[in-house]
């Protein structure tokens, strides 16, 4: 494998973006360290291409075979063929987008967003704004709890502790 070295021995970097490729696939976008995501693209890219390529004729058995070597799940295999490749057919390349994320809180690396450029209309995304709505449900009870708490009538600290000095001088 070319480019970055990434601290890793040759084993570990192929396994690395073989892992980074399938789950890019399958979920058409991930976060991850910046340089890891530039090395990403040419690995996602070919495999696309090769999709491409055997899409439709009597090469696609063998694309596929080829490209299950470094995508070691079948559904995303699929997925590939099914759903991505049928989109960028036309499109000569460039087939993901690589966005600066910031920096990661622990170790203040670099952070990107590696995205397919085209994504499809199904993607696993739709549960997120589900969740959203739950916490906006869960959120509405406290700001009313808040704004009781704000019309009760509240005691003023210093009588509170000169209420409490007299108590304890009487007894």
């Not at 570990?12 to 890019?24: C, I, P």
């Not at 075979?65 to 000569?92: G, H, M, Y």
């Not at 005691?155 to 108590?167: P, V």
Request: charged share 35%; proline share 4%; with cysteine.
């Amino acid at each position: 494998m070319s480019g970055r070295k990434l601290g890793r021995t040759s084993s570990h970097r192929k396994a690395l973006f073989a892992n980074l490729a399938t789950e890019l696939l399958r979920h058409e976008q991930i976060t991850t360290t910046l340089p890891k995501a530039k090395d990403l693209r040419g690995v996602v890219d070919k495999l696309i291409t090769k999709a491409c390529r055997g899409l439709g004729t009597d090469g696609e058995l063998a694309a596929r075979r080829q490209i299950l070597r470094t995508v070691n799940d079948e559904t995303v295999v699929k997925k590939l063929f099914d759903e991505l490749a049928p989109k960028f057919q036309k499109r000569p390349g460039g087939y993901t987008r690589v966005l600066k994320a910031g920096f990661r809180k622990g170790d203040a690396a670099a952070m990107a967003v590696i995205e397919l450029t085209e994504k499809s209309t199904e993607t696993t995304t739709d549960a997120k704004p589900a969740k959203k709505a739950k916490a906006k449900k869960e959120t509405a009870p406290k700001v009313e709890a808040k704004a009781e708490k704000k019309d009760a009538p509240k005691k003023s600290s210093t009588k509170a502790k000169t209420a409490k000095k007299e108590t304890k001088t009487e007894k």
